[in-house]
């Protein structure tokens, strides 16, 4: 089945820095490839996603790249705030146009912006 | 809209009894998910549903775990016996399948301690 690795596990940066973080997977079958932000305490909430036709897109300061071949695929988060302050999934599905697989989520990476 | 609705939000019961998460998914949704988080495991999935029907329940710990989604706006977990080992926090999610678009909407979970 398919396992999504991700990394690093911890980061900080400091206010106003950018943060990359990496994820790869197994199943050369997936095709879409979501992020999800958790807030302390709070439920898991979709910030981008992206499918396996597109190499890149960006939502105004966040962006994700897709490397197929290589199997990973990576958030970028530019001009960092306190409240990027969060836990972020990547995850990765073989969700079909007519049918739909579950996602299986990374590890999370905990992600610390310092003011 | 209310959202995925989950009970209880907390729920704390002593070893070997019984315990039944309750979900509420959105409106129109087709998809219902049961997640497990710990700090330990991450975000594991436990089963999901597709038109209420169970898809994969691969994710599910052993026996003691079960399923149901009677009809299209209820779910229900249930641990029977419940064991400390099953402490953590347990997420809802739904999602409406269709091309191009998969976003999971969480629920605000279940915080369960078995003591």
């Known amino acids: 089945g398919e396992n999504v690795e991700q990394h690093p596990s911890t980061l900080s940066v400091q206010e106003g820095d950018s943060a990359v973080i990496k994820c790869t997977y197994s199943d050369s079958a997936s095709n879409y490839f979501p992020w999800y932000k958790q807030e302390l305490g709070k439920r898991p909430q979709l910030i981008i996603d992206?499918?396996?036709?597109?190499g890149e897109k960006k939502d105004q300061r966040i962006a994700v790249t897709l490397n197929k071949t290589a199997k990973h695929f990576s958030l970028h988060i530019t001009e960092t705030q306190p409240e990027d302050s969060a836990v972020y999934f990547c995850?990765?599905?073989?969700?079909?146009?007519?049918?739909?697989?579950?996602?299986?989520f990374g590890p999370g990476t905990s992600l610390s912006v310092i003011p | 809209d209310a959202g995925v609705i989950q009970s209880p939000r907390h729920e704390v019961t002593e070893m070997g009894q019984e315990v039944t998460l309750r979900c509420k998914p959105i409106s129109g949704h087709n998809s219902l998910f049961w997640y497990r988080q710990t700090m330990m495991r991450g975000l594991e999935l436990l089963i999901y549903f597709n038109n209420n029907v169970p898809i994969d329940d691969s994710g599910m710990p052993e026996d003691r775990f079960s399923a149901k989604m009677p009809n299209a706006s209820f779910s229900t977990l249930k641990i029977q016996p419940s064991e400390p080992r099953d402490s953590a926090v347990y997420f809802c999610?739904?999602?409406?399948?269709?091309?191009?678009?998969?976003?999971?909407?969480f629920g605000p979970g279940t915080r369960l301690t078995v003591t």
């Open positions: 992206i499918r396996s036709n597109v």
């Open positions: 999610a739904s999602s409406f399948s269709k091309i191009s678009t998969y976003e999971q909407y």
């Open positions: 995850a990765a599905s073989r969700g079909g146009e007519t049918s739909y697989d579950k996602v299986i």
